[in-house]
Each structure stands twice: as structure tokens, then as C-alpha cells.
């Protein structure tokens, strides 16, 4: 089972919220900074009970 993760943007990490849809997995975050607009690279880390750790580098553009 999953037991949690987070995210990595801008310099700052938050914890992470996994939700479960039958076989799907998603994670949701609450930024407590605002981003500043444009590119940002994030990483999200995601960790089992199993020891097992999953990690995903994407780039999104952020407009505010």
C-alpha cells in the first residue's frame, strides 16, 4: 500500500495527498507559496510499505 510522498517545485517540498480509483493512483498537493509564473520543473516521490519509491520529473508552465 501506498504510504505517502511529495513534492518538489521551486525550491520548496510539500507533502502529498495519494487517492485511489480501483487500479489508478493520483496525488494532489496544497502549495502553502504561491509560484511565480512560467516554467517549473517538479519532482514528486512517491513511497510504498514495501520500501519500494517512485519518482517523476515533469516541467508545467504555471500562469497566475
Known amino acids: 500500500s501506498i ?3 511529495e513534492l518538489l517545485i521551486n525550491g520548496k517540498t510539500y507533502p502529498v495527498t495519494i487517492h485511489r480509483s480501483g487500479n489508478s493512483w ?3 498537493c496544497a502549495l502553502t ?3 511565480p509564473s512560467g516554467q ?3 519532482t514528486v516521490t512517491i513511497r510504498d510499505s514495501w520500501g519500494n519509491v517512485t519518482i517523476q520529473t515533469k516541467r508545467r508552465k504555471c500562469l497566475m
Open 40 to 42: 517549473h520543473d517538479y
Open 33 to 35: 507559496s504561491e509560484l
Open 3 to 5: 504510504l505517502g510522498g
Open 26 to 28: 493520483s496525488w494532489s
